[in-house]
């Protein structure tokens, strides 16, 4: 993708403006976008990923409503603040939705700086089962036990949510919303983002083994919970680190623009 002049000047007047920290978080956002877009997990311009603005009480970052993940670039994030007044100087406004739910996550979660809410075919299909995810894979293991729900209210629009919806996450990394889609968070942008493959791969699988009409292997209750352990212990520290650095390199292969 070539960036045009417009873009570009943007770019270069909002990186002379904020600090290291802030533009890294855009950037590692951006990537975030592309990826989605890359893995085939959007709605075309709908959902969204958010990242809290370091040093900056209660302010984040989030995608310019309107535009395709994969045409988000670290300048076009609009910034916003708890109160969802727009701090940027940007022609971009910002999806309603978009707001009710991330600030609500990020408000309850002083713990996470990403969140990432998707409306994928799969994790919709999940969402729409009563049963929700089972444990039929090794990944679908890493959410045992440590998986959280929140019942379909609507688009989220009424504010008055958000109270449930932090809730229901709880101190959990990984909420399916019934009826609607999927949600993680990451004390990381690739955190949050790789929690949301895993937990993307596993719905796939189930939908997948599902359908094929045979029957399914049931695991054991010790061999479950023996292997959600294994998972968890490796959230000591935030998950992706080693996966991130290769995703940034396959975004520069792809398409670098993601940084301007």
């Known amino acids: ?70 045409e988000i670039t670290a300048s076009s994030l609009v910034k916003l603040d708890a109160d969802g007044k727009i701090l940027d100087d940007t022609p971009y406004t910002y999806n309603p939705a978009g707001y009710t739910i991330h600030s609500a996550v990020l408000a309850a979660r002083p713990d996470v700086s990403c969140v990432l809410h998707t409306h994928s075919t799969a994790g919709m299909a999940v969402a729409s089962m009563e049963c929700g995810l089972l444990p039929l894979t090794q990944t679908s293991l890493r959410f045992h036990n440590a998986l959280a729900y929140h019942d379909y209210e609507g688009a989220a629009l009424d504010l008055d949510e958000r109270p449930r919806l932090a809730r ?67 959230m000591k520290t935030p998950f992706g680190d080693r996966e991130w650095p290769s995703l940034l390199r396959m975004m520069d292969r792809l398409d670098p623009t993601y940084k301007m």
């Not at 045009?4 to 975030?32: F, G, H, I, Y």
């Open 1 to 70: 993708m070539t960036a045009d002049p417009a873009s570009v000047s943007r770019s270069m007047k909002l990186r002379s403006t904020v600090n290291a920290e802030e533009w890294q978080t855009r950037v590692d956002l951006a990537a975030c976008y592309r990826l989605i877009a890359y893995y085939d997990i959007t709605d075309l311009t709908f959902t969204h990923i958010s990242a809290r603005v370091p040093g900056e009480d209660g302010n984040f970052l989030l995608n310019p409503f309107h535009m395709m993940f994969e």
């Open 168 to 234: 229901d996450l709880g101190t959990q990394y990984a909420m399916i919303l019934r009826n609607h889609g999927l949600l993680t968070v990451g004390r990381t942008v690739a955190e949050a983002f790789v929690i949301m493959h895993r937990l993307e791969s596993a719905c796939r699988a189930q939908v997948q083994a599902q359908a094929a009409g045979v029957k399914l292997i049931e695991l054991s209750e010790n061999v479950r919970n023996h292997a959600a352990g294994q998972f968890q212990a490796t």
